[in-house]
């Protein structure tokens, strides 16, 4: 991001700037503020310091919320524009507000759906963010030697902050998060398997098999008990039947009595008579003889046939067969008592059955919980990877370690081009209980030895912050992936004395070629320092804002 040109419209003190930077190199920029008489407050820092970031990012030292206090007191509108070369071509970014209402970011004319979505292809194009920003291309004014000022402990919070480290503290409390919620899904599962209990063998196999042996026997017991009584059926009908034909036979035997007692009680009667009741005619003995032995033979012959009949009797109530109603009536009790047993026996082995059911549907279960479990174990370890790489011992400290003594070689490259002293970068110290503090010491040596950063002047110690700001910077625009070609100092000379500002301007002529910056920015009151440099910015502010004058040795 090389800036070429920044036009500035109702931008705080200044209403129509523009300032074109064709050439590559060192800028310093000095300021007038004929209202004062002073260089403070002229609108140095407004023209590059501050708009920059606004236009890029929406964001700056002084803007507040959507930076309606940045826009010209009494105007309504403002806008900043900064064109820049990237990769040979030409990114024109424009940031206009108008106050109370709209903010409008185009990319060479150009905007997205959303300014949210102009604003994440912007930030892609110049590779950094606001935060990596403030942190390399753009020091606060006053702030440069907030670094080294820091206690260890703070110092390397600091650091870990511009390096944007801390993100990981937030990926670490969420892999946390995950773990604990994966440990209670676990300790869920763990509760459910135990109430499960052992699935393996079925505490009804025994039960089971002997209630199924006793429904055999006693459906073999019930079956016979049937054919018993079929048995006893078919004995009652022949019963009933013989019986049927034995009445039959004594209806007919007790016919044949009374017959043959009717015939004899006739004949006698008979041989009494002397003459016919009717015609009354003698009846000779004679007569009567004849008569009685037909009757005689006639009562023979029915007697034969009663006696067949007798006989017949007999042999039918031989035949008949002996009644087993008794013991059927026992059968019949017995069957009851099977019947209301194979009942139960039923109903048990469909209980049997259902607990079987359970069993296996618990099995099921089981064998699920458990591979949940397994799954939900190897997550769980990803994450406890996860939340190792992750907090201060993993990625951080790597990171940390890797960067340090980057930071450290740079700083010295810087610094022992001017003065001799020797930067030392230690974290971690050994603690007494073994544990390793999380602390960043920056020692100073010279030759006399160690020393702390206070010991040392004002002048050695704006060098030393310098140093380590030029380092952090560079280290931050190659973590980005970004060469940032643009460097803006906004009064980085604090208590320096003539001879130190004038090491500090040739350790930033050094850091330029060096780190191959583009274009640095040297904002400063000091107008002693332009016999050091090329190009001259002068920004004048009177009763009409500031504006450039086009002075000195610029063009
Ligand atoms: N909203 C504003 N409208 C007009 N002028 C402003 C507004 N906000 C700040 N200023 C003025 O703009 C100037 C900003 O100066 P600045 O660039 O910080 O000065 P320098 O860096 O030269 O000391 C100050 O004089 C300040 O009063
Ligand atoms: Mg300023």
């Known amino acids: 991001m090389n800036i070429t040109q920044i036009k500035l419209h109702n931008y705080l003190s200044h209403r129509n700037t523009k300032l074109n930077l064709i050439k590559d190199g060192l800028y310093l920029i000095l300021g007038r503020n004929k209202l004062t008489g002073l260089s403070n407050g002229a609108g140095k820092s407004g023209l590059v310091q501050d708009p920059i970031p606004y236009a890029y990012f929406g964001e700056s030292n002084r803007c507040l919320g959507a930076g309606d206090n940045l826009i010209t007191d009494g105007q309504d509108k403002m806008y900043v524009e900064i064109t820049s070369i990237k990769n040979k071509k030409r990114i024109t970014v424009r940031r206009e507000r108008i106050r109370n209402k709209t903010t409008k970011l185009t990319i060479n004319g150009k905007c997205g759906n959303s300014i949210k979505e102009t604003q994440a292809v912007l930030e892609k194009i110049i590779g950094m963010d606001y935060d990596t920003f403030r942190h390399s291309v753009g020091f606060e004014q006053g702030k440069m030697s907030s670094f080294s000022k820091l206690l260890p402990t703070e110092a390397k919070s600091v ?119 009717f015609c009354l005619q003698k009846i000779f003995s004679a007569h009567k ?128 081009r001017i003065v001799d002293l020797q930067l030392n970068m230690q974290t971690q110290k050994q603690l007494k209980s073994g544990k390793e503090s999380e602390t960043l010491d920056i020692i100073i040596s010279d030759s006399n030895g160690d020393k702390s950063y206070y010991n040392y002047s004002g002048g050695e110690k704006t060098l030393i912050d310098f140093a380590l700001r030029i380092a952090l910077s560079v280290i931050l625009s190659r973590r980005s992936g970004t060469q940032i070609e643009t460097l803006i100092l906004d009064e980085p000379f604090g208590f320096c004395d003539a001879r130190n500002k004038a090491k500090i301007m040739d350790a930033i002529n050094f850091v330029r070629r060096r780190f191959q910056f583009k274009k640095i920015f040297l904002i400063t009151h000091d107008y002693e320092l332009q016999d050091s440099c090329e190009n001259i910015i002068e920004v004048i502010k009177d009763r009409g804002g500031s504006r450039i004058k086009g002075g000195l040795k610029n063009e």
Request: include cysteine; aromatic fraction near 4%.
């Open 159 to 277: 650091l870990m902050r511009i390096l944007q480290l801390d993100k990981y503290d937030g990926y670490y409390k969420r892999a946390k998060e995950i773990v604990n919620d994966l440990k209670s899904k676990h300790d869920e599962i763990e509760m459910e398997l135990s109430l499960l209990g052992d699935t393996d063998v079925s505490p009804n196999t025994e039960s089971r098999r002997d209630t199924e042996s006793r429904v055999k026997t006693v459906q073999k017991q019930l079956s016979k008990i049937e054919k018993e009584y079929k048995r006893y059926l078919e004995i009652e009908n022949e019963r009933e039947e013989i019986k049927k034909q034995l009445d039959e036979l004594k209806n007919k035997e007790y016919h044949y009595k009374i017959k043959i007692d009717q015939l004899r009680k006739k004949i006698e009667k008979f041989i009494q008579l002397k003459s016919c009741p």
């Open 289 to 416: 003889v004849s008569i009685k032995k037909a009757s005689l033979i006639e009562i023979k012959k029915l007697e034969k046939q009663a006696k067949i009949i007798d006989v017949q009797i007999k042999e039918g109530t031989i035949k008949m067969p002996k009644s087993i109603a008794d013991k059927v009536e026992q059968s019949r009790e017995q069957d009851n008592e099977l019947r209301e047993e194979l009942g139960n026996l039923k109903a048990r082995l469909v209980s049997i059955e259902e607990t079987d059911k359970e069993l296996v549907k618990a099995k099921k279960k089981k064998a699920t919980l458990a591979h949940n479990k397994k799954l939900l174990l190897n997550k769980m370890n990803d994450y406890l990877l996860l939340m190792n790489a992750f907090g201060k011992n993993g990625i951080q400290a790597y990171i940390i370690d890797n960067i340090i003594p980057e930071i450290q070689n740079i700083a010295n490259d810087i610094i022992g």
